[in-house]
């Protein structure tokens, strides 16, 4: 009997353009430089849209990460609603990270992925979870602020993605606008 194995020889490999293993040696299709792209957008245009999108996907991250840290340490007689109300808004703000990264990816360039880079970039103060946590009013202030935080930054890429008629780009940071206008002013009203 046939000893199988796991390991794929590049000598057997029937289909060599198929994807290696991570960390393996790249094809010898992969070993030239990176394909040129050319989706009607320049160069100079790419590069400045996606850097705006990195403040977006920084924002993005550490509000979704807030937004979690209080759904686990908020108290208090708002306890039920709060507790529910942030799993709702995180839970959508998980999802809506990927389509930001991978917008930055689809117009050439590298995602920040660690929490170095977005501590970097990113305009929205991190909350401690181990220290004493906020009161729930403090906490929901925090992130009326956040959300509206990342308004801003959204907007000032989307100015530039408008100027490079980036529709794409546009339209995803629409909708990131609406949502966190609409949780902005949701969080606001409590505290009314
Ligand atoms: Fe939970």
């Not at 849209?49 to 908020?74: E, P, Q, R, S």
């Not at 108290?75 to 990270?97: D, I, R, S, V």
């Not at 946590?133 to 403090?138: L, T, V």
């Not at 959300?147 to 780009?169: G, K, Q």
Request: glycine fraction near 4%; proline fraction near 5%.
């Amino acid at each position: 009997m046939a000893k199988s194995s796991n390991k794929s020889s590049s000598k057997t490999r029937s289909q060599p353009t198929s994807k290696g293993k991570p960390g393996s040696k790249p094809t010898k299709a992969t070993r030239t430089e990176s394909p040129s792209i050319d989706i009607g957008i320049d160069a100079k245009d790419r590069a400045d849209i996606a850097a705006g999108l990195a403040h977006v996907l920084a924002d993005a991250y550490t509000l979704y990460l807030k937004t979690h840290n209080f759904h686990w340490n908020v108290t208090g007689p708002m306890f039920n609603t709060l507790h529910t109300m942030f799993e709702t808004q995180y839970t959508e703000q998980w999802a809506a990270l990927d389509a930001i990264a991978e917008r930055i990816r689809a117009l050439g360039f590298n995602a920040p992925g660690s929490y170095a880079e977005f501590a970097r970039l990113t305009t929205i103060r991190e909350e401690p979870g181990m220290t004493a946590a906020p009161a729930w009013h403090d906490m929901v202030q925090q992130l009326v602020d956040g959300n509206e935080a990342l308004c801003r930054t959204a907007r000032v890429a989307l100015d530039v993605a408008d100027d490079a008629d980036d529709a794409p780009t546009e339209d995803l940071l629409t909708q990131r606008l609406q949502t966190h206008e609409k949780y902005a002013w949701m969080l606001r009203s409590m505290l009314q």
